[in-house]
């Protein structure tokens, strides 16, 4: 059966079996590096009061949150775009033809 792509959708190489996460989304089970992630910073004051405090000096602490979605979620939610075949990386511009 053919191969749509030569790395299979996947970032690990040559590295054998990567380890498995979990979709923030639906639960499923996907492979590290073929999930997609999406790293936020999150405040837990107010936006309006975190303005006003700002203006004032303070220092207010921002909490690192990375969620890792299964492909196809990252697709629904829009996380990740379809992108047309004129748009996507051109195998033959990367060799060197000489």
């Not at 054998?16 to 910073?41: F, N, W, Y």
């Amino acid at each position: 059966m053919t191969k749509k792509r030569k790395s299979g959708g996947r970032n690990k190489g040559s590295s054998g079996k990567s380890k498995m996460v979990q979709c923030s989304k639906c639960g499923r089970i996907v492979p590290a590096d073929k999930a997609k992630k999406q790293t936020k910073r999150t405040s837990a004051v107010d936006p309006q009061l975190a303005r006003e405090l700002r203006a004032s000096g303070s220092y207010i602490p921002t909490k690192i949150v990375t969620q890792t979605y299964c492909v196809s979620c990252a697709v629904h939610t829009g996380k990740v775009h379809i992108r047309q075949e004129s748009d996507r990386k051109s195998h033959l511009s990367r060799r060197s033809i000489s």
